[in-house]
């Protein structure tokens, strides 16, 4: 993938918007972030809980990993290069659930 290619599938979601985070390019929902582009320039930062963060690093190591930065937190690294699209779909979509305001989430189910 391309991080214009995350853009592409985040914006399928309703009310995403790029922004900027920690002086990155970050996709927001209501001024949340759901993803942000690692100042490596190669990985994503994406908000997870910890059951899935460690789901997902132990079935895909090559693409999932964390930082001793992110360790205490609820994130998850990813490399743009190998997430699977439907799989960086799906949590861009948990994580747009978990944050978006009830007013667009009611609008999902009826595009």
Same mark, same amino acid.
């Given at each position: 993938? @391309? ?10 979601? !309703?009310?995403?918007? #790029? ?8 996709? /927001? ?6 993803? +942000? /582009? ?15 963060? #460690?789901?997902?690093? *132990?079935?895909?190591?090559? @693409?999932?990993?964390? @930082?001793?930065?992110? +360790? ?12 699977? !699209? ?6 861009? @979509? *948990? ?5 978006? !305001?009830? /007013? ?6 009826? *595009?």
């Amino acid at each position: 993938m @391309t991080y214009d290619e995350i853009i592409a599938l985040a914006k399928q979601l !309703p009310g995403v918007e #790029e922004s900027t985070s920690y002086g990155t390019p970050a996709l /927001k929902v209501a001024g949340k972030m759901l993803a +942000r /582009k690692h100042q490596d320039g190669v990985s994503i930062v994406l908000r997870v809980s910890f059951d899935e963060r #460690e789901m997902l690093m *132990q079935a895909e190591p090559e @693409t999932f990993y964390i @930082t001793d930065h992110y +360790r205490n937190y609820p994130a998850l690294l990813a490399r743009i290069a190998t997430v699977h !699209p439907g799989t960086l779909q799906r949590l861009l @979509t *948990q994580t747009w659930q978990e944050v978006a !305001p009830k /007013k667009l989430q009611a609008g999902l189910g009826r *595009q």
